[in-house]
C-alpha cells in the first residue's frame, strides 16, 4: 500500500516535490487563516516542502507515517515531528490551522468521516483547514498506491455528518511539469455553535 510505496521510494518523492511551487494554493488558503493564528498542523508532510514553509509564520507539528520522511524531516530542521497516520493522531483543540495537502487522499473513503472528526476535534474554534484530492470519481490503487479520488458533490458527502462547512473550493493543475492531473483544492471551517442557556 501507499506506505510501502514511499519507504521505498521516498528519495524519489522527496526530490520531485520539494522544489515545487505552492504560491498560489498558499495564498488561497492563507487568506482564510485568522491574522493572529500562531499554531498549524501539517498532516502528511512528506518532503517536508510546507512545513518549512508555514514554520516561518507559525509553530508548526508535523505528521507523516513514513519513517523515511519524519528523518529527513528533522534534519531539514522541523521541531515537531510525529510519526503517526491521520488516523492515529489524537489532538484536542490545538491548531489554529490543519494543512492536509495531497495526504488524505490516501485514506480509504469509508475512514475518511473519522479522520474529519479528528481533524475537526484538533482545530481551535473557528480554525481553518485545507485538503487536496486528485479530482474525479475513483478509489483504488494506482502503481502501487490507494487513491481516493473526489469531486465536490463527493467531498461533500465525506463531511456531511461532521460540523465542518466548506467555505471555498479551487480546481488547479498539477503543479509537477510532467502531470497533467487536475486537483480539487478546499477549505473548511470549524464555525463555533452559540451556545444557548
Request: charged content about 30%.
Amino acid at each position: 500500500m501507499s506506505d510501502n510505496y514511499y519507504s521505498n521510494n521516498s528519495k524519489e518523492f522527496i526530490e520531485s516535490t520539494i522544489n515545487c511551487d505552492m504560491s498560489n494554493v498558499y495564498a488561497f488558503f492563507e487568506k482564510y487563516i485568522d491574522k493572529d493564528a500562531k499554531t498549524l498542523l501539517d498532516i502528511g508532510f512528506g518532503s517536508g516542502r510546507d512545513s518549512l514553509y508555514f514554520s516561518k509564520k507559525y509553530k508548526v507539528t508535523s505528521i507523516d507515517p513514513t519513517e523515511e520522511f519524519c528523518e529527513y524531516g528533522k534534519s531539514i530542521g522541523l521541531n515537531n515531528v510525529l510519526c503517526i497516520t491521520a488516523q492515529d493522531m489524537e489532538f484536542n483543540n490545538e491548531f489554529d490551522a490543519i494543512w492536509a495537502c495531497a495526504s488524505l487522499l490516501h485514506v480509504p473513503s469509508n475512514e475518511l468521516p473519522e479522520v474529519f472528526n479528528k481533524c475537526y476535534k484538533a482545530l481551535k474554534p473557528n480554525g481553518v483547514m485545507y485538503c487536496s484530492f486528485k479530482y474525479g470519481e475513483y478509489e483504488g490503487e494506482r502503481k502501487g498506491r490507494f487513491f481516493v479520488d473526489l469531486t465536490e458533490n463527493s467531498f461533500n458527502e465525506l463531511i456531511k455528518d461532521t460540523d465542518f462547512q466548506i467555505i471555498d473550493t479551487l480546481i488547479t493543475e498539477d503543479v509537477r511539469p510532467d502531470r497533467i492531473e487536475k486537483w480539487l483544492n478546499i477549505v473548511i471551517k470549524k464555525y463555533t455553535k452559540n451556545v444557548v442557556f
